[in-house]
């Protein structure tokens, strides 16, 4: 079988099957435990999936509890009718939610003691290739690679959550969202770092405004697919809505916010203490509060929202489930 290394994404409708190298944030590799050693995640793409969007997040969830949140493949090998795609994943493990998952506890190692593991040569290769890769991404291939996986997933979702972010109900959303506005003690502008399609921004002035408090919301996302998706949902907020990357945006008009909400991860591992520090110095106003949100974090791997504020130098004023925030002040 002759294994070709890609630089780009192949044809879908040649991808017929799958192989994935999984790292979480930490740079660890997770496998799947055998009888005798470990094996990596793989599965066929079902009729009417796309591989991106559908397969690479399924198979690894039921193969290895690994919840995807990004895939970049770095070969390929022919099969009779397409083509065997291997890639690596970042994300977290294990994963215990809503979603069907595996009921395992995955292996984690580093890629050469995974390599080293593995009793097919080529699995071996693609770990090691796999590493290389993934320690290699420059910060404008981190963005270009979230991008081309978010923007297309969020836009074909058929509700307002799932289109930023959350398949499920309003009352899922609110379940899970709603503890941000237990940072907001007071009337002013919220501006929401990664809006999607906007429906954070709206819900926090209802959630807010239920709690007497008067809050005008504003927004940036680096997709421009979902910014004129937000702008045409909420017209009267279109000149609100910007196109940015969250690690250099400052708003054409120069405003500062009462509050700004960030992800971390709208920017790389190693640049989320100056994605911090640039909300402070950049666009939080005088007096001004910053709320950080790290969803989904998994104990003793990721840095919670409380450590990614402490991480840059900055006191905590407060806690609600995975959002922390700090008057810089």
């Known amino acids: 079988m002759a294994y070709t290394a890609l630089d780009s994404d192949p044809d879908p409708a040649l991808v017929r099957q799958l192989t994935f190298v999984p790292f979480r944030n930490d740079g660890l590799c997770c496998a799947i435990p055998t009888s005798t050693s470990v094996t990596l995640p793989t599965g066929a ?12 997040l399924r198979i690894p969830l039921e193969t290895a509890a690994f919840r995807m949140q990004r895939v970049v493949p770095i070969g390929s090998a022919p099969l009779d009718d397409g083509l065997h795609v291997y890639a690596w994943l970042e994300g977290a493990a294990p994963y215990r939610g809503e979603r069907p998952h595996a009921a395992i506890d995955p292996v984690v190692l580093t890629a050469e003691d995974l390599a080293a593991k593995l009793a097919d040569p080529l699995l071996s290769r693609v770990v090691l290739d796999a590493a290389r890769s993934y320690r290699n991404e420059d910060d404008a291939a981190y963005y270009a690679n979230n991008l081309r996986l978010l923007e ?34 007071r009337d002013g502008t919220l501006l929401d770092i990664g809006c999607a399609n906007g429906l954070l921004m709206e819900t926090i002035q209802t959630w807010a405004g239920e709690r007497g408090i008067a809050i005008e919301p504003y927004g940036v996302d680096l997709a421009e697919g979902l910014v004129e998706l937000a702008r045409k949902r909420y017209p009267a907020w279109a000149d609100r809505i910007e196109v940015g990357n969250a690690i250099d945006y400052v708003p054409s008009n120069g405003r500062r916010f009462t509050f700004v909400h960030t992800l971390v991860d709208c920017v790389p591992e190693h640049r989320r203490m100056d994605l911090i520090r640039h909300v402070v110095d950049d666009l939080l106003e005088p007096g001004g509060r910053l709320l950080v949100s790290q969803y989904g ?13 402490e991480d840059a130098g900055y006191a905590v004023a407060g806690e609600s489930q995975a959002t922390a925030w700090s008057d810089p002040d």
């Open 297 to 309: 974090a998994l104990a003793g791997v990721d840095r919670t929202a409380r450590e990614r504020l």
């Open 152 to 185: 297309p997933a969020y836009l074909r979702e058929p509700t307002a959550e799932g289109g930023s972010g959350m398949a499920g109900s309003p009352e899922k959303w609110r379940a899970h969202r709603e503890h941000i506005v237990d940072g907001i003690d």
């Open 45 to 56: 793409v079902l009729r009417g999936e796309h591989w991106i969007l559908d397969s690479s």
